[in-house]
């Protein structure tokens, strides 16, 4: 099945390790985006791609760089994670019809030791 | 500035209806998302309104006045999975999504 697959699932670091999650799509879609959302709050756009055009949201920390090799794939790298960066990192993917849903992959969660 | 509006949590029991209320304000519109999250889980697709109305799709309808930046999500004939967070989200002129903190249902037997 066409799909939206994040690896790990589940990560732990310790503070100040650098750490990269990983999304990858079978769905051929032009646009993949990460959002940072922690518990009861609402999902935080922190970088999206329409196919190679990288887009960086204003509010985004500079700890936190993204970068997409080829169409299938994106990574989301997380230069000195701190304790306020725990949270449920997920990974969206779109056609490239603006009004279509987003597509969710299963969320990886970050715990920071 | 842009802001999404939900009740932080709602709760109802099993059998019955319940509305989920949205207000928005967004520098320009091109549509008004719902999506369920249970814990732990991402975000699922549940509607799309762009054009004032009802659209009904089996036990979930969702509703949209442009007019009056509202939008309502319906659940009927509620069961114990319907628990869940339900998440409002407005795409702005940018096309981007801006995301409510999410609605928690709590179903009750």
């Known amino acids: 099945d066409a799909m939206v697959i994040q690896n790990p699932r589940y990560q732990v670091t310790q503070f100040g390790k650098p750490v990269t999650l990983s999304c990858s799509q079978t769905?051929?879609?032009?646009?993949m985006y990460w959002y940072q959302q922690k518990s009861s709050q609402a999902p935080k756009l922190l970088f999206h791609?329409?196919?190679?055009?990288?887009?960086n949201e204003a509010d985004t920390p500079d700890n936190f760089q993204s970068r997409r090799p080829n169409s299938s794939f994106c990574f989301l790298d997380i230069r000195s994670p701190g304790l306020g960066d725990a949270a449920m990192y997920l990974c969206?993917?779109?056609?490239?019809?603006?009004?279509?849903?987003?597509?969710f992959g299963p969320g990886t969660r970050l715990t920071v030791l | 500035g842009q802001n999404i509006d939900q009740p932080t949590e709602m709760t109802a029991t099993e059998g019955a209806i319940v509305q989920i209320n949205c207000t928005y304000q967004t520098s320009g519109f091109n549509g008004l998302f719902w999506y369920q999250q249970h814990a732990g889980e991402a975000p699922t697709f549940l509607s799309y309104n762009v054009l004032d109305g009802l659209e009904e799709k089996g036990r979930f309808s969702s509703f949209l006045s442009r007019s009056k930046g509202y939008s309502y999500l319906l659940l009927k004939e509620l069961q114990m999975k319907d628990s869940a967070s339900y998440l409002c989200a407005s795409m702005d002129s940018n096309y981007q999504l801006i995301w409510g903190a999410g609605t928690k249902l709590i179903i009750k037997p």
């Open positions: 769905l051929n879609h032009n646009v």
């Open positions: 969206a993917t779109r056609t490239g019809d603006i009004t279509d849903t987003q597509y």
């Open positions: 791609y329409y196919d190679k055009d990288f887009n």
